[in-house]
């Protein structure tokens, strides 16, 4: 015999089937229990009587045509949980397991649901019954978070009801039959849910399409409050003051106004008469009229024509037809309200998902370094660059004019040959941009200063400081103050050794030349009878002179050669230091986010709009 605890708990869950994911603990923490108690009798059972304790976890069966559209919401769920209301999500889920869509609506009222009651009753209530029990039952309902309605059979009064996470209320109305419709009953605040909170705060839409209700856990009176998704929400305004309210609500409300208009209908239940009233965005209704109506037909049956009078009056034909769900026009196509949902829930998603990149950017924006100071160290290097060149002009000028440099005149080379390298290496030295580097040092501290550093202080700990700015600075010189220095070793020690082997090859040929033009003159002296001294002596003078001369021609042309090379070297110099300051200011300073959550968002923006497309070739 199975003990009555057991079965009130079976009971109990079996007739509560949003409580479906207490069965599996439940289940199999009584089945532990009974082992215990019958472990001297076992008792044998089939089977298909036993309930795993892993139901819950059971494989899902799918149509074939909802499959693909299944798994991409799964992946959704699992890459962009952050991003979707997961209640809503799960709802959609739901709706994709059966070719059968349940629709889930709520009418909710405003600060109260006197007015959603009322309304509910007149929509499911059968004119030519008497009134039923569940009328009252709706009407002396004591819930105050909510109460749902759902198609069944009246509950009979002897029995006790059986207690349920929401209080649910069975009624056997065709409209509720025919469409598959289950009604949440409930009410928001005008505030979005804390009666505390500013006027001017945004509220999610999640209020209203994802209302919230209390389910009491204990009999002190505690309560937690869980989430009721719903496919589609009517929010129902008692006269003007409260439609007022109702559109301050939707103002404040995040979320998109395509959900807003799709997903949301706002009824205003007016006391006055409704005709020649219309509205793209209310639905108006006399609730008073329609009431009076059915009372009047319930009373006497041949008060038919007054009822069908009232009733258009009322205006209900018109809300009676917004809450009956539209059927799918192929067997292909997703059912409205189920398509609407999912397509909400993806707009959301990837809404969110957007607003986190663009906070994303702001974010780094604010933390990088600002154009302006871009632009006016922009503008301090195009000053640095050209003194540079100025100075380069101006330094080889003077240099050319130098006592130093004409030390090394063609005339005196014969005794200045072994001091080239000393005096090219002091001019190259004392000339080649020596302001210059010290500007590009000034500058390069003025770029960590600023921070456009290659690297950044920030994301070192407060210790290393010290450290990184010592390393820092080595970088820096390396790559642009030094760059001039090292440019000057490298010019001095090349050009020197060139020109000292220049200078020593033209001395060299202008002494071989004399020296052969010697050897000539005194072999024509002594060997032509006709050549006297003075022939032999022009003979070495004209070899003189056209040697010197050669020596002339040739060293100042290996002088302004040298001259060209040095100034064509500062010019690349300078350019290469100005590409790579610009190139730190262009790419340094800018915080850069984190890569592993930029992965993740964009895996979950892929999953997204695969489920998008998903949806558009169910559409």
């Given at each position: ?26 289940t199999?923490?009584?089945l ?17 009587s ?36 997961l ?31 009322l ?31 759902k ?69 002190s ?66 609730s ?43 067997s ?6 189920l ?7 993806l ?25 302006s ?38 005339y ?42 290659p ?112 100034f ?29 959550d ?22």
């Amino acid at each position: 015999m199975t003990p009555l605890w057991l079965s009130g708990a079976s009971r109990y869950l079996s007739n509560n089937q949003y409580s479906s994911y207490f069965v599996a603990s439940l289940t199999g923490r009584a089945l532990r229990i009974r082992q215990r108690l019958n472990c001297r009798a076992p008792v044998l059972r089939n089977a298909s009587s036993l309930s795993s304790a892993t139901a819950v976890n059971a494989t899902k069966i799918v149509p074939s045509k909802y499959k693909t559209l299944y798994e991409s919401l799964q992946r959704v769920r699992r890459h962009a949980a952050i991003y979707v209301d997961l209640s809503r999500l799960d709802l959609a889920l739901q709706g994709l397991e059966t070719e059968k869509l349940k629709t889930r609506i709520a009418v909710l009222g405003i600060n109260g649901t006197s007015a959603a009651r009322l309304i509910t009753k007149l929509l499911l209530a059968d004119p030519l019954k008497e009134k039923e029990a569940w009328e009252d039952d709706l009407d002396i309902s004591t819930s105050a978070s909510g109460i749902l309605l759902k198609y069944g059979e009246l509950r009979d009064p002897s029995l006790t009801a059986s207690r349920a996470a929401i209080e649910t209320l069975p009624i056997p109305s065709r409209l509720l039959r025919d469409h598959n419709l289950e009604i949440l009953i409930g009410s928001i605040n005008s505030t979005g849910g804390d009666p505390t909170s500013s006027n001017d705060r945004n509220v999610s839409s999640d209020v209203l399409l994802s209302p919230t209700v209390d389910i009491p856990t204990s009999s002190s009176g505690r309560t937690t409050t869980v989430r009721f998704p719903v496919h589609k929400a009517f929010l129902v305004a008692k006269g003007f003051d409260e439609l007022l309210l109702l559109f301050r609500l939707l103002s404040i409300t995040q979320g998109s106004q395509q959900n807003a208009w799709e997903l949301v209908e706002r009824i205003c239940d007016m006391r006055a008469s409704v005709q020649g009233f219309s509205s793209s965005s209310v639905v108006p209704i006399n609730s008073s009229i329609a009431n009076q109506g059915l009372e009047s037909i319930r009373e006497d049956l041949t008060k038919t024509p007054d009822y069908e009078r009232l009733w258009r009056e009322s205006a209900m034909d018109n809300l009676k037809a917004k809450i009956q769900p539209s059927i799918a026009s192929s067997s292909q196509q997703l059912p409205e309200p189920l398509s609407n949902l999912i397509r909400s829930i993806l707009f959301d998603a990837s809404s969110a998902a957007e607003k986190e990149a663009l906070e994303s950017v702001k974010t780094l924006n604010a933390r990088s370094v600002k154009n302006s100071t871009r632009e006016t160290l922009s503008n301090v290097l195009d000053l640095f660059t050209r003194r540079a060149h100025t100075e380069l002009q101006s330094g080889i000028e003077t240099a050319y004019s130098s006592s130093s440099w004409k030390k090394l005149n063609w005339y005196k080379l014969l005794w200045r040959v072994d001091d080239v390298p000393l005096i090219v290496s002091d001019l190259v030295e004392r000339y080649w941009l020596p302001q210059s580097e010290r500007a590009f040092c000034e500058f390069s501290g003025r770029l960590v200063q600023a921070g456009l550093s290659p690297a950044e202080p920030g994301a070192l700990a407060a210790e290393d400081l010290t450290r990184f700015q010592t390393q820092f600075w080595d970088l820096q010189s390396s790559i642009l103050a030094s760059k001039i220095s090292d440019a000057r070793r490298a010019l001095t020690h090349i050009s020197s050794s060139d020109l000292t082997i220049k200078a020593q090859s033209a001395l060299a040929k202008m002494l071989a030349f004399s020296g052969g033009s010697g050897v000539l003159a005194a072999t024509a002296y002594f060997s032509l009878p006709t050549a006297g001294l003075y022939e032999s002596g022009c003979i070495l003078a004209l070899g003189i002179i056209f040697a010197l001369r050669k020596l002339q021609v040739d060293w100042e042309s290996y002088r302004r050669y040298w001259r060209k090379r040095i100034f064509e070297a500062g010019t690349d110099t300078i350019k290469d230091v100005e590409s790579q300051l610009r190139q730190s200011m262009r790419d340094g300073g800018k915080a850069v986010e984190d890569g592993s959550d930029l992965s993740l968002r964009t895996e979950a923006q892929s999953a997204i709009q695969g489920a998008q497309e998903a949806l558009s070739r169910l559409s």
